[in-house]
């Protein structure tokens, strides 16, 4: 069991208030679940006065309230973000050694893995490969040659890294021919890439994953595209080719991107929108929508005089 003392350096970005008891006292917590899910080892949090008394309700150890909550029990431990107090409580009590490389990867002795690095069943590893120190690789992952992947990066399983991009020649015939794709992908650190999403590397040049960037399933990245630091991808996400998405952008699912467009820091498109080629999209904040994406409010009014003329 962790001491308080121990417990309130985990969740130190979270901001817990100074505690009355002794930072020494131990803590019987072992898990976080739910609050149906409670017992007498876990930690739960509440986000408001009703979910709070939920929680006391229950017979959890410990639970995460924001500061200034109203409730004389000394489960309670006032937090400014009871939500990322809960999951860095998460993360630490989940931790464990990585496994090692499955009996059934395929390692090509060209490539090189830092320590506590963790292959899965079926996962393919090129030559040139690097991988950096505490990295997750799932089953059947397919890591093509010359990919950099930093420290703690996360692939789950059936993602594909590094694959040809979708660039073409075409012949006086009419036919087509593959343009060179013999650039490179930069996975930075602490970025975690969903199950069955593919990145491809750089035509010439390079494509980059910023890091802390978070990707979900099903998620295309065409190459040379340069996504920033802290960029949020929801599922079926495709974007394509030489398009940056700049620090701290959301996109929701379905989102749609053309080649050579720019997204810039902060900007949030709403799920399904849609970015024409060579579009640039501004503003730290602002909530972009529809196809072609527009600002939020000028979508909305343009949805009701639809409604109007139908």
């Not at 292959?119 to 490969?129: H, L, Q, S």
């Not at 997750?136 to 789950?156: D, F, H, S, Y």
């Not at 929801?234 to 700049?246: L, R």
Request: glycine letters at 14%; aromatic letters at 4%; one cysteine or more.
């Amino acid at each position: 069991m962790p001491t308080l003392h121990e417990l309130y350096d985990w969740i130190a970005e979270a901001g817990p208030a100074q505690p009355a008891s002794s930072l020494a006292a131990p803590v019987n917590v072992q898990r976080v679940t739910s609050l149906v899910d409670a017992t007498a080892n876990a930690a739960v949090f509440a986000s408001d006065a009703a979910t709070l008394q939920q929680a006391i309700a229950t017979e959890a150890a410990l639970i995460f309230a924001p500061i200034g909550s109203s409730a004389d029990d000394d489960r309670v431990l006032p937090v400014r973000d009871p939500r990322l107090a809960f999951t860095l409580l998460a993360h630490r009590l989940r931790r464990t050694p990585a496994l090692g490389t499955h009996l059934t990867a395929s390692i090509d002795p060209g490539a090189e893995l830092a320590a506590d690095v963790e292959i899965g069943p079926g996962a393919v590893v090129a030559a040139g490969v690097r991988i950096g120190a505490g990295s997750r690789i799932g089953a059947r992952v397919v890591l093509e040659r010359g990919i950099t992947l930093g420290e703690r990066v996360t692939v789950q399983s059936g993602a594909v890294l590094g694959s040809y991009g979708f660039g073409y020649a075409r012949r006086p015939s009419g036919s087509y021919l593959l343009f060179p794709q013999q650039g490179t992908l930069v996975i930075e650190d602490d970025v975690e890439i969903g199950a069955n999403s593919t990145i491809d590397r750089g035509a010439l040049g390079e494509t980059r994953i910023g890091a802390g960037t978070k990707i979900d399933n099903l998620v295309h990245i065409g190459h040379n595209c340069r996504i920033g630091r802290n960029v949020i991808l929801a599922a079926q996400t495709g974007i394509s080719g030489s398009t940056v998405v700049e620090d701290g952008a959301i996109l929701g699912g379905q989102v749609g991107i053309g080649e050579h467009a720019t997204v810039g820091p902060g900007v949030i498109l709403g799920g399904g929108a849609g970015v024409l080629s060579g579009k640039k999209l501004f503003g730290a904040g602002q909530v972009f929508w529809g196809r072609p994406a527009q600002p939020l409010r000028q979508y909305l009014r343009d949805l009701a005089r639809l409604r109007k003329g139908a």
